[in-house]
């Protein structure tokens, strides 16, 4: 049988994630409800990129270069996601882990290459 108990301490961390997140979602629009800093306007409804209202239309394409260095910057954001906790009890782990994150490493050092021959950290 499973002891429930033992989850107990995540789900109050969950609850108190929750209550956390929804205060600080809810509260500041409460806050300027009774504040009166809650006025919409036309000029304040209207969308703007960067301070200044968008020269084209938002549904336009974007260039698909911008999605794959999206991707590329995800991977080896991973990659350092993976290599922290490897890094840190590397020594009690022993030969086996550290010739797999070698050949992990090996790996993406190869798809880093494969994407620089190819051209997709060039930027025209």
């Not at 009166?36 to 020269?55: R, T």
């Not at 974007?62 to 910057?73: G, N, Q, S």
């Not at 020594?91 to 550290?98: E, I, K, M, T, Y």
Request: glycine share 4%; with cysteine.
């Amino acid at each position: 049988m499973v002891d429930l108990s033992q989850y107990l301490p995540i789900l109050l961390f969950l609850g108190v994630a929750i209550a956390l997140s929804s205060a600080f979602v809810f509260l500041p629009m409460i806050a300027a409800r009774f504040t009166g800093a809650h006025k919409p306007n036309p000029e304040k409804l209207s969308e703007y990129e960067c301070g200044f209202p968008a020269f084209e239309d938002p549904r336009s394409q974007f260039d698909v270069r911008f999605y794959l260095v999206a991707i590329l910057f995800i991977v080896f954001d991973l990659e350092a996601a993976f290599i922290y906790p490897w890094a840190v009890s590397v020594f009690s782990l022993g030969w086996v882990a550290w010739i797999s994150m070698m050949i992990f490493i090996a790996e993406l050092a190869l798809g880093l290459v494969y994407a620089w021959k190819k051209g997709a950290l060039d930027w025209e």
